[in-house]
């Protein structure tokens, strides 16, 4: 994600009247709540994406340490 501020959308969204109460009692900024848990989820989807997108690779490389080792073990202090 971007460190730099990208120009704000105005969005409507649907939550819970509770949720929504509870967190103005405590005086949570809703707007960045919800920024903050939309930047998780994508943050979620992009590496299970990632992994999907490498599982074979990822399994590969397994298979070839578990078939030869480590390359370099013999140097590992532990």
């Given at each position: 994600?971007?460190?730099?501020?990208?120009?704000?959308?105005?969005?409507?969204?649907?939550?819970?009247?509770?949720?929504?109460?509870?967190?103005?009692?405590?005086?949570v900024n809703i707007s960045q709540a919800a920024e903050?848990?939309?930047?998780?989820?994508?943050?979620?989807?992009?590496?299970?994406?990632?992994?999907?997108?490498?599982?074979?690779?990822?399994?590969?490389?397994?298979?070839?340490?578990e078939a030869n080792g480590l390359p370099l073990e013999?140097?590992?202090?532990?």
């Amino acid at each position: 994600m971007s460190t730099q501020q990208s120009p704000r959308k105005a969005t409507n969204l649907s939550l819970d009247a509770d949720l929504i109460q509870e967190a103005r009692s405590f005086g949570v900024n809703i707007s960045q709540a919800a920024e903050a848990g939309v930047r998780r989820a994508v943050v979620e989807a992009k590496a299970g994406q990632w992994r999907r997108d490498n599982a074979e690779a990822l399994a590969s490389s397994n298979r070839w340490v578990e078939a030869n080792g480590l390359p370099l073990e013999r140097y590992r202090p532990f």
